[in-house]
């Protein structure tokens, strides 16, 4: 069973402070991708990553691919309270019936503070 | 085309009761997902379909719950005898699977289920 684990589960910090958001994988995916969700709604993607190594940088988010394409990282600079919501991580599934199918840790919840 | 559309967005039934849900893809996708989420938690896999056939389910999905896509457009997602564990938000996607290309999944905002 592929999983994978998200950490820290719950993030409160001050509007202008930078934070990390981690996801750790036991197996390989084809890619990785970021998630925001706000209360209600469904999942919006933010990232996609596919490259052992890859960074990406989307405004103020910074995102990374480890070497070995089993762990991310999400990084948020001078964090703002619009940023305030449920971040997830999903791996694609790589081969067979799975290409495609996306496997979610179980969210950081983050709360910036104004 | 408006994105993906579930209806209802919220379902309060009894438990032992019925409940079925619907998701409208966005036209031309041919790939549609299932998820289930508990709150403050990532979405779990159910099911997907490509085009009308079912190609994979969750060990997640008991024979309380079927998934069905006759035309390769709509999805219903039908649970018999609801019980209270069921109660969470059900996610729908749909997605464009073109052989060598990233797919994208769009998510639908989700029907919340509260069976009492």
């Known amino acids: 069973t592929q999983l994978l684990e998200q950490s820290p589960q719950f993030l409160s910090i001050q509007e202008g402070e930078n934070l990390t958001v981690y996801c750790n994988s036991s197996?390989?995916?084809?890619?990785l991708q970021w998630y925001r969700q706000e209360p209600g709604e469904g999942p919006v993607l933010l990232v996609t990553?596919?490259?052992?190594?890859e960074v990406k940088k989307l405004k103020r988010l910074t995102f990374q691919f480890g070497d070995a394409r089993k762990d991310s990282s999400l990084h948020i600079t001078a964090a703002q309270t619009g940023d305030t919501g449920l971040y997830l991580c999903?791996?694609?599934?790589?081969?067979?019936?799975?290409?495609?199918?996306?496997?979610f840790g179980q969210g950081t919840i983050l709360t910036v503070h104004p | 085309d408006t994105g993906v559309s579930q209806d209802p967005r919220h379902k309060i039934t009894k438990r032992g009761q019925n409940v079925t849900f619907r998701c409208d893809p966005i036209?031309?996708?041919?790939?549609l997902y299932w998820y289930r989420q508990t709150l403050g938690q990532g979405p779990e896999f159910l099911t997907y379909?490509?085009?009308?056939?079912?190609?994979?389910k969750s060990r997640l999905l008991s024979d309380r719950f079927s998934a069905e896509r006759p035309k390769g457009s709509f999805s219903t997602l039908e649970i018999q005898r609801t019980e209270q564990g069921d109660s969470a938000m059900y996610l729908c996607?749909?997605?464009?699977?073109?052989?060598?290309?990233?797919?994208?999944?769009?998510f639908g905002p989700g029907t919340r289920l509260l069976v009492l």
């Open positions: 996607a749909s997605s464009f699977r073109d052989r060598g290309a990233l797919e994208t999944q769009y």
């Open positions: 197996s390989v995916f084809s890619s």
């Open positions: 990553v596919v490259t052992g190594g």
């Open positions: 999903a791996g694609v599934g790589a081969g067979g019936t799975s290409y495609g199918k996306l496997t």
């Open positions: 036209s031309e996708h041919n790939r």
């Open positions: 379909f490509q085009n009308e056939a079912q190609l994979e």
